[in-house]
């Protein structure tokens, strides 16, 4: 499968680049971004890096891009026939999601979204000892996302997520990932309140912002997200039932079950982000060969996460 890879920023070259170089039955054709900055720094890879794609000779395209920019390249290349696999979120709103709808079926059947954590074995994990009542039913989802800690002193990251802000609290950002895999665990939700508030006068937007769902079955979560303080509480999802509790660890996604017959640790190889990134590609390789009809997570699944998102961005203010 020839690929290009479009938006050469930390996630593109730190994490997309290189799982698309590892995969055996990859070839990275191009590698693009409107920055030369960027073309620079990725130039020792030896593929060709140019301002614009050409979609001559490519199959497929990943963008990693930021979500202001990606709906509209998205559309593009699908139209033109690619197979795409867009970075989460993949819009920075519902209204700016309907670009989309220009799509017909199997534009948007060869969408993939990265919404890349959802590959984890622990996400399915989960999802077994939810369904098959390790957990007892309905379970109490604690999500508390916490990332991004502010540091003067890295004036390149504060630039980001600044930039970042100003189009939307973490809730945008990271609710895409979160939303996703509850959805995925536990049905469509119902959004009952939300609350924000921002930790320093000033930010663009508010850096805290928390929710409460409720899932088909009597499930619930209650959800916190925070970017940009010193300091940050640990990054933690649980999952408390009559019968046990689970708890991942929102960074290593490593597992602990504690039930009445004790506590296990669950571990799964390699550290998450190298894991999550492979099965990705390989997902990708997969849609473009025709053993899987659409994409996974599909373009429907990034804009119900979307949806979830904005409608808790919405109801906190
Ligand atoms: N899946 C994940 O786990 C994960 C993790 C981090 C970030 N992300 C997402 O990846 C995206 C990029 O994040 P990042 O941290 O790498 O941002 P970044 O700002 O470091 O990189 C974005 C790059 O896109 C380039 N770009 C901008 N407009 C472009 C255009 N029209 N054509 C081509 N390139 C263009 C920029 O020059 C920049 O190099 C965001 O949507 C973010 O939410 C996903």
């Given at each position: 499968m020839r690929v290009a890879l479009v938006g050469l920023g930390a996630i593109g070259l730190g994490a997309h680049l290189p799982a698309l170089l590892r995969h055996p039955f990859v070839d990275v054709v191009q590698l693009v971004d409107p920055d030369?900055?960027?073309?620079?720094?990725?130039?020792a890879t030896g593929v060709p890096a140019a301002a614009e794609l050409d979609p001559a000779g490519v199959d497929g395209v990943v963008l990693a891009t930021p979500?202001?920019?990606?709906?509209?390249?998205?559309?593009r290349y699908a139209e033109a026939g690619l197979f795409?696999?867009?970075e989460k979120p993949v819009a920075t709103s519902v209204d700016a999601a309907r670009i989309y709808d220009r799509l017909d079926g199997e534009q948007r059947r060869r969408v993939q979204v990265g919404l890349t954590y959802r590959h984890d074995p622990a996400i399915r994990q989960l999802k077994t000892w939810i369904d098959d009542g390790t957990l007892g039913t309905p379970v109490l989802v604690r999500a508390h996302i916490y990332d991004e800690a502010y540091d003067p002193a890295n004036p390149e990251h504060t630039a980001l997520i600044t930039r970042t802000l100003e189009h939307g609290s973490p809730v945008v950002h990271e609710g895409a990932h979160i939303f996703d895999w509850l959805a995925y665990l536990l049905g469509a939700p119902t959004l009952?309140?939300?609350?924000?508030g921002a930790t320093r006068p000033g930010l663009p937007a508010p850096n805290l912002v928390g929710a409460r769902l409720g899932y088909p079955g009597?499930?619930?979560?209650?959800?916190?997200f925070g970017w940009f303080t010193a300091a940050l509480p640990r990054c933690e999802l649980t999952f408390l039932g009559d019968r046990g509790l689970a708890t991942l660890d929102?960074?290593?996604f490593d597992l602990?079950?504690?039930?009445?017959?004790?506590?296990?640790?669950v571990r799964f190889p390699g550290d998450r982000t190298t894991r999550c990134f492979d099965l990705q590609v390989q997902r990708f390789v997969e849609l473009y060969?025709?053993?899987r009809k659409t994409g996974v997570p599909s373009l429907d699944d990034g804009i119900a996460a979307l949806r979830t998102a904005q409608l808790v961005a919405g109801r906190a203010g």
């Open positions: 030369a900055g960027r073309r620079e720094t990725a130039a979500p202001w920019v990606t709906p509209e390249l998205a559309v795409v696999l867009a009952h309140d939300a609350w924000s009597g499930h619930r979560a209650l959800v916190e929102g960074f290593t602990r079950l504690s039930t009445a017959d004790g506590d296990r640790e060969d025709g053993t």
